[in-house]
C-alpha cells in the first residue's frame, strides 16, 4: 500500500511539474513581418428623365480604384509601399464620354530606426495618369492638356521619417531629385510642365520634399485621410513651392457599401499660376482587404522591438 502511495504521490508531482513548465513557456512573437491593408472601391450613378419639366440629361457614369498599403516592419526596419489607383468616366447624353477620375500614384520609402520612433529613410514616388486629358472639361475635341507620363513625376531621395504609430507618418527629404516627364511629343513645347525648350521630354530638379499623412477617426466607422507635400527646388526659384492636398472621407455603411468624398488642392507654377481643386462624391462598392496584424499593433509582445 506504501509503495501504491509513493508512486502514486511521485506521478502526481511529475504532472504538476510539467503542466507549470508549459504554462510558464515564454509566448512566441506571432505577430507578422508584412502586413496588407487595402480597399478595393467600384462607385456607380445614373439618372433619368422623360418629359421632366425641370429639365435634364440622361446620364450614367462610374469609378474605380485600388488605395493598398503593404508594410513590411522587423526590428528596426521600415518599408512601407503605396499603391493607389483611380479612374472614372460619365456618359451624359448630348455631350458624350468625359473622364472625371484619373490618377496614378506609387509610393516606397524604406527607414532604419535610429532614435524611438524617428528612421534614416530613403525612398521614390512616381505620379502621372492613364489617358489624355483636354481643356473643356475633357472634350476630345478641344486642346489635348496631359496625356499617360505627360507630365509624369518621378521622385528619389532621402532624409528621415517621424512615424510614431500607423496614423501619422512624416517624411523630410533635404536631398531630393524630382523629374519631370513629358512623353506626349504634342506637349513638348517650351514653357508647358516647365520644359526649358521645344522638344524636350524631361525636366530635372532637386531641392526639398516633404510629406505627411494624418489618418483621423471621426466616428466609429467614419475615417479622413489626409496627406500633404511641399517641394522646393534648389535650382530655379526656392520660393516658388509645389504645394499639394489630399483628403478622403470615408464612411462605411457595412462590410460592401461605402461613401467616399474626396478633396484635392494642388499648386504648381509649372502646370498654372493658380491653385487646382478637384472634388468627387461617390456611394457605392467598397472591399477593404486587411491581412495581417501589423506588429506596431501588437500590444502583448513588442519583444521584436529590442532586437
Do not use: C
Request: hydrophobic share 35%; no cysteine.
Amino acid at each position: 500500500m506504501k509503495k501504491l502511495l509513493l508512486i502514486s504521490s511521485i506521478s502526481f508531482g511529475a504532472a504538476v511539474l510539467a503542466q507549470e513548465a508549459k504554462t510558464e513557456a515564454p509566448v512566441s512573437d506571432t505577430a507578422k513581418a508584412w502586413s496588407i491593408q487595402g480597399q478595393n472601391t467600384l462607385m456607380l450613378n445614373q439618372a433619368a428623365f422623360s418629359n421632366w419639366v425641370g429639365g435634364g440629361a440622361n446620364n450614367v457614369g462610374w469609378l474605380a480604384g485600388v488605395n493598398y498599403n503593404l508594410t513590411y516592419e522587423k526590428g528596426k526596419d521600415l518599408w512601407e509601399n503605396i499603391i493607389i489607383l483611380g479612374y472614372g468616366q460619365n456618359n451624359t447624353q448630348g455631350t458624350g464620354v468625359r473622364k472625371t477620375q484619373d490618377v496614378i500614384n506609387l509610393s516606397t520609402n524604406y527607414g532604419r530606426e535610429f532614435a524611438k520612433h524617428w528612421y534614416l529613410s530613403a525612398g521614390a514616388g512616381l505620379q502621372t495618369q492613364f489617358a489624355p486629358g483636354y481643356e473643356d472639361g475633357n472634350n476630345p475635341d478641344a486642346k489635348k492638356i496631359s496625356n499617360f507620363m505627360a507630365p509624369g513625376y518621378l521622385s528619389v531621395g532621402a532624409g528621415v521619417t517621424y512615424r510614431p504609430n500607423d496614423n501619422l507618418t512624416v517624411t523630410l527629404r533635404p536631398a531630393n531629385a524630382r523629374w519631370t516627364f513629358v512623353l506626349d511629343e504634342d506637349l513638348q513645347k517650351a514653357g508647358t510642365y516647365g520644359l526649358k525648350n521645344d522638344g524636350d521630354s524631361s525636366l530635372f530638379q532637386f531641392g526639398f520634399l516633404g510629406t505627411a499623412m494624418y489618418k483621423l477617426k471621426i466616428m466609429e466607422n467614419i475615417t479622413l485621410l489626409n496627406t500633404a507635400s511641399v517641394f522646393s527646388n534648389y535650382l530655379d526659384h526656392p520660393d516658388r513651392l509645389v504645394l499639394g492636398y489630399s483628403g478622403v472621407l470615408s464612411m462605411k455603411i457595412n462590410k460592401y457599401i461605402s461613401t467616399n468624398v474626396t478633396l484635392d488642392l494642388l499648386y504648381d507654377h509649372n502646370q498654372i499660376w493658380k491653385t487646382q481643386l478637384k472634388q468627387t462624391l461617390g456611394v457605392g462598392l467598397a472591399y477593404n482587404f486587411d491581412n495581417g496584424k501589423k506588429r506596431s499593433e501588437n500590444k502583448d509582445n513588442q519583444s521584436w522591438l529590442k532586437k
